[in-house]
Nanobody
């Protein structure tokens, strides 16, 4: 079983930066694509970014492109989401997903999910 854990959320002022981390553990024999989603109460979950296990195939929807960067850490099945120039509308719970196939993550069908980490952008 794969266990996904996010960290790094918190309160930040508009224009500030945060770096979220996500680690998928439990199956070191598997190379996983990983990705990020976000969701506010009462709203649909929104895809943010994904990265293949090799570090390629990055996708960013229009709202975060140029401000958010997904990357892989040196540790196996661990990724970061660097968020710059944060705006109040970026306030959400951010969820990490993992799967063997990046396209499944893009469509919200990743096999493994974390519990989420809260990001609040406010002055």
């Amino acid at each position: 079983q794969v266990h996904v854990v996010e960290s790094g959320g918190g309160l930040v002022q508009p224009g500030g930066s945060l770096r979220l981390s996500c680690a998928a553990s439990g199956r070191p024999d598997r190379d996983l694509a990983m990705g990020w989603f976000r969701q506010a109460p009462g709203k649909e979950r929104e895809f943010v970014a994904t990265i293949s296990w090799k570090g390629g195939n990055l996708y960013y929807p229009g709202g975060v492109k140029g401000r958010f960067t997904i990357s892989r850490a040196s540790a196996k099945n661990t990724v970061y989401l660097r968020m710059d120039n944060l705006k109040p509308e970026d306030t959400d719970v951010y969820y990490c997903a993992a799967d063997e196939w990046a396209p499944k993550i893009v469509h919200g069908e990743g096999e493994y999910w974390g519990q989420g980490t809260q990001v609040t952008v406010s002055s």
